[in-house]
T-cell receptor
Framework: SQQGEEDPQALSIQEGENATMNCSYKTSINNLQWYRQNSGRGLVHLILIRSNEREKHSGRLRVTLDTSKKSSSLLITASRAADTASYFCATDYGSSNTGKLIFGQGTTLQVKP | DARVTQTPRHKVTEMGQEVTMRCQPILGHNTVFWYRQTMMQGLELLAYFRNRAPLDDSGMPKDRFSAEMPDATLATLKIQPSEPRDSAVYFC?????????????FGPGTRLLVL
């Protein structure tokens, strides 16, 4: 099935450092999205990048998309303890545009103060 | 600040009992999704609706699960009879359609434990 696979599964860094998470997927997409989930909470949408975009910024977040490699990366710059969470990439179904998203297994990020 | 609401937030029940989870999507959103999250399986899509019509429930065990949208402000997910393997966090999300796809807004989840 079409699914985003995140890498690494877990990441531990010091506050102030940058965190990079990667996502690979299998088939064509309309868009790729990143979500954050704090422990015990629902997912929160962070950013959507369209298939015709290569890079997008939102505050301390930078997302890249390489459709030729079917991969995306999420960079969090100058990380804070509050960034500690799980991060998921999600892909849609390309041409069908059903609105359905398939979520990966997520990257668990720990930012140590 | 519009949010998706879910009730109950926590539910402990015994095997064989009926469980009903409710979701109020964000007003104006026309797509509603039900997910289940476990450590082993991650986030699984169970069912989703667009304009209150069920579009896909292929992720849902049909013999015991049912999902409905009685009106635009309420979606329900029912398990009857419940089993211990149904223990999970169940999320509802509503979708905001755009030209390039949906952004989904998640509720806080219902944490279900079936004993």
């Amino acid at each position: 099935s079409q699914q985003g696979e995140e890498d690494p599964q877990a990441l531990s860094i010091q506050e102030g450092e940058n965190a990079t998470m990667n996502c690979s997927y299998k088939t064509s997409i309309n868009n790729l999205q990143w979500y954050r989930q704090n422990s015990g909470r629902g997912l929160v949408h962070l950013i959507l990048i369209r298939s015709n975009e290569r890079e997008k910024h939102s505050g301390r977040l930078r997302v890249t998309l390489d459709t030729s490699k079917k991969s995306s990366s999420l960079l969090i710059t100058a990380s804070r303890a509050a960034d500690t969470a799980s991060y998921f990439c999600a892909t849609d179904y390309g041409s069908s545009n059903t609105g359905k998203l398939i979520f990966g297994q997520g990257t668990t990020l720990q930012v140590k103060p | 600040d519009a949010r998706v609401t879910q009730t109950p937030r926590h539910k402990v029940t015994e095997m064989g009992q009926e469980v009903t989870m409710r979701c109020q999507p964000i007003l104006g959103h026309n797509t509603v999704f039900w997910y289940r999250q476990t450590m082993m399986q991650g986030l699984e899509l169970l069912a989703y609706f667009r304009n209150r019509a069920p579009l896909d429930d292929s992720g849902m065990p049909k013999d015991r699960f049912s999902a409905e949208m009685p009106d635009a402000t309420l979606a329900t997910l029912k398990i009857q009879p419940s089993e211990p393997r149904d223990s999970a966090v169940y999320f509802c999300a509503s979708g905001d359609s755009g030209a390039w796809g949906e952004t989904q807004y998640f509720g806080p989840g219902t944490r279900l434990l079936v004993l």
